[in-house]
């Protein structure tokens, strides 16, 4: 069966990409294959995640690249020599522009740890989300896979599954709880699901 090769962005520790590496060594992503793991951070841990699954792990630093521009021009350089059909954000926390988000319509994923519309946009990752969902005071929170447009978490929404906030969570446990029992379940259903609907289009075109 053909399979959807797909690369992996990630910034810091990779407990996403951790789960998608998982997920597709226990055959529960039948369409797609993470080929490649690109980090803007050299020192990303989700790297380190990447070689000890024996996918190649490329570290892309704006700085040395030129700034922005320079980066995304090196980041398509890497897509298009590896064919990559399919991208996903896994705790990638750079903003990509309207010209590169243009060039993969319905074709980037991205994981973010509340129920969008709560707590999303500019200003709201990591921990920040939690911080924000806890001063409000909201009873559920929970985690949203979506597509990537250039409006920060502005995409077509895929996937959703809410969790429940307890009396006394910190932002710390909170986060660890989203991500257990939402990040890590519905991001590789959201690469099997829209990899599954890839082949099929390429089948039928
Ligand atoms: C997580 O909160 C995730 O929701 C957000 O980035 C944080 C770190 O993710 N996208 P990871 O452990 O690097 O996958």
Redesign the pocket.
């Known amino acids: 069966m053909r399979k959807i090769n797909t690369a992996v962005l990630?910034?810091?520790?990779?407990?996403?990409?951790?789960a998608l590496l998982d997920a597709e060594r226990k055959g529960q992503l039948p369409h797609a294959h993470i080929s490649v793991v690109i980090s803007n951070k050299k020192d990303?841990y989700?790297l380190e995640r990447a070689k000890n699954a024996g996918v190649e792990a490329i570290a892309l630093s704006k700085k040395r690249l030129g700034g922005q521009e320079g980066f995304e021009r090196a980041l398509l350089e890497a897509l298009n020599e590896r064919g990559i059909e399919l991208i996903v954000?896994?705790?990638?926390?750079s903003i990509l522009s309207a010209d590169f988000t243009a060039r993969y319509p319905h074709r980037i994923l991205?994981?973010?740890?509340s129920l969008i519309p709560s707590f999303c946009g500019e200003g709201f990752?990591?921990?920040k989300?939690h911080e924000a969902a806890l001063s409000r005071g909201v009873k559920l929170t929970g985690?949203t896979v979506h597509f990537v447009n250039e409006i920060p978490d502005g995409g077509e929404i895929l996937l959703q599954k809410a969790v429940r906030i307890l009396k006394g969570d910190t932002p710390e446990v909170l986060?660890r709880r989203?991500?257990e029992q939402a990040?890590w379940k519905l991001l590789p259903r959201a690469v099997e699901m829209t990899a599954k609907a890839l082949c099929t289009k390429a089948s039928n075109a």
């Not at 954000?89 to 926390?93: E, H, N, R, V, Y």
């Open positions: 990630v910034s810091g520790g990779g407990t996403n990409l951790q990303a989700a954000l896994a705790g990638f926390l991205n994981i973010h740890p990752y990591g921990l989300v985690a986060q989203v991500m990040e």
